[in-house]
T-cell receptor, first 114, second 112 residues
Framework: GNSVTQMEGPVTLSEEAFLTINCTYT??????LFWYVQYPGEGLQLLLK?????DKGSNKGFEATYRKETTSFHLEKGSVQVSDSAVYFC?????????????FGRGTQLTVWP | GAGVSQTPSNKVTEKGKYVELRCDPI?????LYWYRQSLGQGPEFLIY????????DSGLPNDRFFAVRPEGSVSTLKIQRTERGDSAVYLC??????????FGQGTRLTVV
């Protein structure tokens, strides 16, 4: 079956620190991979995605590379800001009969201090 | 509207009561999804509509849960005989192609 395992939080960093949030997956077929972000008081927003192996998704300074050999999609940012404080969710879509159905990890709470 | 709208934002109900949660998707989006997010967990799929029909309802936990989308736009998630374990945030998302889903802010349901 399909599942996503992501690094447990909370993660607390100082501003300008390097961020990695680990995500690994199990999937049938050839999934697309996503990172969603939920800022305080807001809905889930797509942060970045990758649709095939070795693709790199990037947005707002965040990056993640689709690694089929390690079934991973780790989220990285070189220098975090206070405004990056949020909950981050790794997710996959297996491209099966239910178009766009997402399987989510448990989420990782990130807090960035000034 | 500009985004996915869910109402109410908060709902408190007594155990055993019936509740309806509404989702107004982005105009023109034919795909609509309901998810449930329990505290400390990621969202879990409940049901998927393509147009007016429920194409996949395999995530509904039991027959107390039902959802409709009669005109292919607004959807209502209905929960009968609510239980305390139904307390969660219910999320709705819509999509044009299935490649990217846009989420509403959710309805926080509390069963007391």
């Amino acid at each position: 079956g399909n599942s996503v395992t992501q690094m447990e939080g909370p993660v607390t960093l100082s501003e300008e620190a390097f961020l990695t949030i680990n995500c690994t997956y199990t999937a049938t077929g050839y999934p697309s991979l996503f990172w969603y972000v939920q800022y305080p008081g807001e809905g889930l927003q797509l942060l970045l995605k990758a649709t095939k192996a070795d693709d790199k998704g990037s947005n707002k300074g965040f990056e993640a590379t689709y690694r089929k050999e390690t079934t991973s999609f780790h989220l990285e940012k070189g220098s975090v800001q206070v405004s990056d404080s949020a909950v981050y969710f790794c997710a996959l879509s297996d491209g099966g009969s239910t178009l766009g159905r997402l399987y989510f990890g448990r989420g990782t709470q990130l807090t960035v201090w000034p | 509207g500009a985004g996915v709208s869910q109402t109410p934002s908060n709902k408190v109900t007594e155990k055993g009561k019936y509740v309806e949660l509404r989702c107004d998707p982005i105009s023109g989006h034919t795909a609509l999804y309901w998810y449930r997010q329990s505290l400390g967990q990621g969202p879990e799929f409940l049901i998927y509509f393509q147009g007016t029909g429920a194409a996949d309802d395999s995530g509904l936990p039991n027959d107390r849960f039902f959802a409709v989308r009669p005109e292919g736009s607004v959807s209502t998630l209905k929960i009968q005989r609510t239980e305390r374990g139904d307390s969660a945030v219910y999320l709705c998302a819509s999509s044009l192609t299935g490649a990217e889903a846009f989420f509403g802010q959710g309805t926080r349901l509390t069963v007391v």
